[in-house]
């Protein structure tokens, strides 16, 4: 650094008093400058790995802060988008309300029954909140169940899909009567519907009111199929329910007293 030091002294000196330099200088010149360049371009790339090190760090950082405004925003456009089903589902519930010309209670379904060996499924209210036992439930599509098991706090609904569910129906374009049993997580069967009836797929099942549990008019499922087995005395009727029983989460209890009670 001396040596380097005394020759830029040296021709600093000379400077304005010769157009070029002498051979000495064109000497110092040759060996010092190489040193000169290495100097700078070291101190050039250190203090570029420098800034783009504490740049690279700055950006992680800010990376890190958008990707948690993300998510955070992700997770609240998820609870407005819920919020909305919530709502369009209520508002649903709410219409088919006015068309029940008896008290209701609304309920969240909590669980499925836990024994695996019904279809059921349990509700966040009780008797506290009014329930009893074998009043029905029913959500904007139509018939669900009825109530089978009540505690203070909770109930369990027996499906229709059940096969230990029975429902006195008929079928709405031809006034035919039926009992609505439980066959399959997804169809019923219509029972004891003559061989001669007339129907077909499309036809509307609603409820009779004659059970004493399901008040009448209330839609129940649709025929997919309907034949005559030979040798038997009434048709074989498949019903697809109203209601998607994958997918309950509000349900309606019809504040009625026990109808089948003593």
Same mark, same amino acid.
């Given at each position: 650094m001396v040596f380097v030091f005394l020759a830029l002294f040296l021709l600093s000196s000379n !400077?304005?008093?010769?157009? /070029?330099w002498n051979p000495v200088e064109q000497i110092i010149v040759e060996l010092t400058a190489p040193?000169?360049?290495?100097?700078?371009? $070291?101190?050039?790339? $250190?203090?570029?790995?420098?800034l783009k090190y504490f740049g690279l760090s700055n950006v992680?950082?800010?990376?890190?802060?958008? =990707?948690?405004?993300?998510? @955070?925003l992700r997770m609240?456009?998820?609870?407005?988008?819920?919020? !909305? @089903?919530t709502q369009k589902r209520l508002q649903k519930l709410l219409q088919f309300?006015? $068309?029940?010309?008896?008290?209701?209670?609304?309920?969240?379904?909590?669980?499925?029954?836990?024994s695996g060996w019904f279809e059921s499924v349990i509700i966040d209210k009780g008797s506290n909140a009014g329930l009893k036992m074998n009043m029905p439930v029913v959500n904007a599509r139509g018939v669900v169940g009825r109530l089978v098991s009540v /505690?203070?706090?909770?109930? =369990?609904v027996l499906l229709i899909i059940d096969q230990n569910s029975a429902v006195d129906s008929i079928i709405q374009r031809t006034r035919e009567k039926g009992i609505l049993k439980g066959f399959s997580s997804k169809f019923c069967?219509?029972?004891?519907?003559?061989?001669? /009836?007339?129907? $077909?797929?499309?036809?509307?099942?609603i409820t009779s009111g004659l059970g004493r549990v399901f008040p009448k008019g209330l839609p129940v499922g649709k025929v997919v199929e309907a034949k005559n087995v030979p040798g038997a005395f009434f048709k074989e009727i498949r019903v697809r329910p109203m209601v998607d029983f994958t997918r309950l989460e509000e349900l309606l209890?019809? !504040?009625k007293e026990d109808p089948l009670s003593p």
């Open positions: !400077l304005g008093r010769r157009q /070029s040193i000169q360049q290495f100097i700078h371009q $070291t101190v050039r790339i $250190t203090e570029g790995i420098w992680r950082d800010e990376n890190l802060g958008l =990707k948690r405004e993300m998510e @955070a609240e456009n998820a609870r407005f988008r819920e919020m !909305l @089903a309300k006015e $068309t029940i010309h008896w008290p209701v209670l609304a309920v969240q379904v909590i669980g499925r029954d836990p /505690s203070p706090n909770y109930a =369990k069967k219509l029972d004891y519907v003559l061989r001669n /009836s007339h129907v $077909t797929p499309g036809d509307m099942i209890i019809i !504040l």
